[in-house]
């Protein structure tokens, strides 16, 4: 079955470096979605691309979905503790979502 | 007011136990879902209910038994409870049943077997 794959697993980053999760899939998709989950919490939806090489940001996230609409990234700026979590992409599979297993970030102060 | 709860927040119990967690949105929207999120923070779906029909049926074993009294409401109910179903397990739900849809996630249920 369609799977999205994502790395990095893990990332242990200084307050105020740059960080970036990338999500890939076998087969084009139609859309992307992306969730964040803080330490303890619960999913939360934060963006979804659409067109082919669309770039969205978010304050210092940005977004974008591959021209073949096959990849995805996610890349924020300047880190803060704040970003602290694990980070979804999520796929479209059927009638619902199939999530990569996640980016987990830490950021030390 | 909370879009998507569950109950309880956290559950200990026996292997062989059968247990129940419930779901509520009151966001208007038609599809729930329940996903178990592993150890490892593995998001898998296992249910999806649309209007209070069953969509998909991933490979979850029989022990599992969801069900929606309305479409406001996904309950999951456990059977024979094993080490293995430790997890935390989240309820979900979005406007309609296609993957164009933001999901929302209730807080999960913190499920461990001992």
């Given amino acids: ?109 | 007011d909370t879009a998507v709860s569950q109950t309880p927040k956290y559950l200990v119990t026996q292997m062989g136990n059968d247990k129940s967690i419930k779901c509520e949105q009151n966001l208007g929207h038609d599809t729930m879902y329940w996903y178990k999120q592993d150890s490892k923070k593995f998001l898998k779906i296992m249910f999806s209910y649309n209007n209070k029909e069953l969509i998909i049926n991933e490979t979850v074993p029989n022990r599992f038994s969801p069900k929606s009294p309305d479409k406001a409401h996904l309950n999951l109910h456990i059977n024979s409870l094993e080490l293995g179903d430790s997890a935390v397990y989240f309820c979900a739900s979005s406007r309609e049943t296609t993957a164009s849809y933001e999901q929302y996630f209730g807080p999960g249920t913190r499920l461990t077997v001992t």
């Fill in chain 1, 1 to 109: 079955g369609q799977q999205v794959m994502q790395i990095p697993q893990y990332q242990h980053v200084q307050e105020g470096e740059d960080f970036t999760t990338y999500c890939n899939s076998s087969t084009t998709l139609s859309n992307i979605q992306w969730y964040k989950q803080r330490p303890g919490g619960h999913p939360v939806f934060l963006i979804q691309l659409v067109k082919s090489g669309e770039v969205k940001k978010q304050k210092r996230l940005t977004f974008q979905f591959g021209e073949a609409k096959k990849n995805s990234s996610l890349h924020i700026t300047a880190t803060q503790t704040t970003d602290v979590g694990t980070y979804f992409c999520a796929g479209p599979r059927y009638s619902t979502l199939t999530f990569g297993k996640g980016t987990m970030l830490l950021v030390s102060p």
